[in-house]
């Protein structure tokens, strides 16, 4: 199975956007602070050994560094695809046969699709609790 197809990222840390499709051998080049640590959180959070599933915490937000207005929503969209067809029938991916996408005389792939709100701090005057 190949490792990973596709990533698509919006409002972590320090990615605004990014939509980014992997080959074999991927290396990250770029100025600080355009999202490389982040990009590598994205894959470390997602893909641990532990399988404890992630809480999001507010500086896990990306913030505009233009605007500094905290994103609302984080997305995470990881597309796995099988290196032959067929692969996906093998006994170590049995456990998630029905998630498999595709079939016939295409390549079956597996999505994992990740959301995340904040929830905005509402701060009251005790006069208007009342």
Known sequence: MRLLKHIEIVGFRGIARLSLDLSQTRVLIGENAWGKSS??????????????????HLEDFH??????FLSR??????TFEETCIGQHQRARFR???????GGGNIRNVFIIRLKGY????IKFQPSEIF
């Open 39 to 56: 990009l590598l959180d994205v894959l470390s959070l997602l893909l641990n050994s532990a399988q404890r599933l992630y809480k999001f």
């Open 63 to 68: 913030i505009s560094p233009e605007t500094e």
């Open 118 to 121: 904040s929830i905005p701090t």
């Open 95 to 101: 456990s998630i046969a029905p998630l498999w996408i």
């Open 73 to 78: 929503q984080i997305t995470i969209v990881l």
